[in-house]
């Protein structure tokens, strides 16, 4: 094995502007798919943040009284998949407004008496999508004594379609980047491999087996992309240093907005169908040169 890599590293040596090249585009594909990835991860965080992890406001109407309480929890209960059920009543929920407002408020100071409906916080056991928590809100407001439920559905809708239609994009342009850095990666050593032509012939003359001949070539390809993956996470880290430092301190004041970078489990598999790309682009030229 050792044979083999030190075969590969010469021949990176002696190709040295072709495999910069390779690797090149190999880290620039990266590039573009580590960023979608990011974008994907941490919009993937804001959403479920947004969501409140499957929480939903049930408003009753202003005919409730407390003697329907056990009655309207039974029946919210029976839609089923619940984990947590809280009433908070009109009272209540017009002590945590004066909290979170200030006191000097003048929107405080014109209330009269309480503009607040009762309510129920739930919070559903388990979800997949937003689809799912539809349902689920569609069910509870059948009952009627509830007025309406609420789940962020308005932006949260409009944010998932634009999510949605950004992850076909990124779909097509990783695509398109894929094959870019196949074709170049199965050129690169193509063109090695004429470079060392009359050395593969005499290797088949003396006996030398096609695993022994192409072992050096899918080496080189798996460097090639193990290069040149780290090399794209390494841009995209120091881009991400740059721009989410910036990001941050501009919205902190606003709204609260943690941008995190890949988690250890994507950039192992960026890394691992990094290095497979370069090995598949040497399989295909190969394939077509030793037929």
């Given at each position: 094995?050792?044979?083999?890599?030190?075969?590969?590293?010469?021949?990176?040596?002696?190709?040295?502007?072709?495999?910069?090249?390779?690797?090149?585009?190999?880290?620039?594909?990266?590039?573009?798919?580590?960023?979608?990835?990011?974008?994907?991860?941490?919009?993937?965080?804001?959403?479920?943040?947004?969501?409140?992890?499957?929480?939903?406001?049930?408003?009753?109407?202003?005919?409730?009284?407390?003697?329907?309480?056990?009655?309207?929890?039974?029946?919210?209960n029976n839609v089923g998949n619940i984990q947590e059920m809280v009433f908070i009543s009109k009272d209540e929920a017009l002590d945590?407004?004066?909290?979170?407002?200030?006191?000097?408020?003048?929107?405080?100071?014109?209330?009269?008496?309480?503009?607040?409906?009762?309510?129920?916080?739930?919070?559903?056991?388990?979800?997949?999508?937003?689809?799912?928590?539809?349902?689920?809100?569609?069910?509870?407001?059948?009952?009627?004594?509830?007025?309406?439920?609420?789940?962020?559905?308005?932006?949260?809708?409009?944010?998932?379609?634009?999510?949605?239609?950004?992850?076909?994009?990124?779909?097509?342009?990783?695509?398109?980047?894929?094959?870019?850095?196949?074709?170049?990666?199965?050129?690169?050593?193509?063109?090695?491999?004429?470079?060392?032509?009359?050395?593969?012939?005499?290797?088949?003359?003396?006996?030398?087996?096609?695993?022994?001949?192409?072992?050096?070539?899918?080496?080189?390809?798996?460097?090639?992309?193990?290069?040149?993956?780290?090399?794209?996470?390494?841009?995209?880290?120091?881009?991400?240093?740059?721009?989410?430092?910036?990001?941050?301190?501009?919205?902190?004041?606003?709204?609260?907005?943690?941008?995190?970078?890949?988690?250890?489990?994507?950039?192992?598999?960026?890394?691992?169908?990094?290095?497979?790309?370069?090995?598949?682009?040497?399989?295909?030229?190969?394939?077509?040169?030793?037929?």
């Amino acid at each position: 094995m050792s044979h083999f890599i030190k075969k590969a590293l010469s021949d990176i040596r002696l190709n040295r502007f072709l495999n910069l090249v390779t690797i090149f585009t190999i880290s620039l594909s990266i590039l573009v798919v580590s960023v979608f990835m990011l974008f994907f991860e941490n919009a993937g965080r804001v959403i479920e943040a947004w969501n409140q992890g499957g929480r939903a406001m049930v408003y009753l109407k202003d005919n409730f009284t407390k003697d329907m309480l056990l009655e309207i929890k039974e029946k919210i209960n029976n839609v089923g998949n619940i984990q947590e059920m809280v009433f908070i009543s009109k009272d209540e929920a017009l002590d945590r407004l004066r909290k979170e407002v200030s006191p000097n408020s003048a929107f405080l100071k014109t209330l009269q008496g309480n503009p607040l409906p009762n309510a129920f916080e739930i919070k559903m056991k388990s979800y997949n999508n937003i689809e799912e928590v539809e349902t689920f809100a569609k069910k509870i407001k059948e009952i009627e004594i509830v007025e309406d439920v609420e789940y962020g559905q308005g932006w949260l809708g409009k944010f998932l379609k634009i999510f949605n239609l950004f992850k076909i994009t990124g779909y097509a342009m990783c695509g398109l980047f894929f094959l870019i850095a196949l074709f170049i990666t199965s050129n690169t050593v193509r063109l090695a491999f004429y470079s060392r032509k009359i050395e593969v012939e005499v290797m088949r003359l003396v006996g030398a087996t096609e695993t022994f001949i192409k072992a050096p070539f899918y080496m080189e390809g798996i460097l090639q992309g193990f290069i040149g993956g780290i090399l794209g996470l390494v841009i995209l880290l120091v881009a991400y240093l740059m721009i989410s430092s910036g990001i941050t301190q501009g919205l902190s004041s606003y709204i609260y907005f943690d941008i995190r970078f890949l988690s250890i489990k994507t950039i192992i598999l960026i890394i691992l169908v990094s290095t497979f790309l370069g090995w598949f682009g040497c399989y295909l030229s190969l394939k077509q040169i030793l037929k």
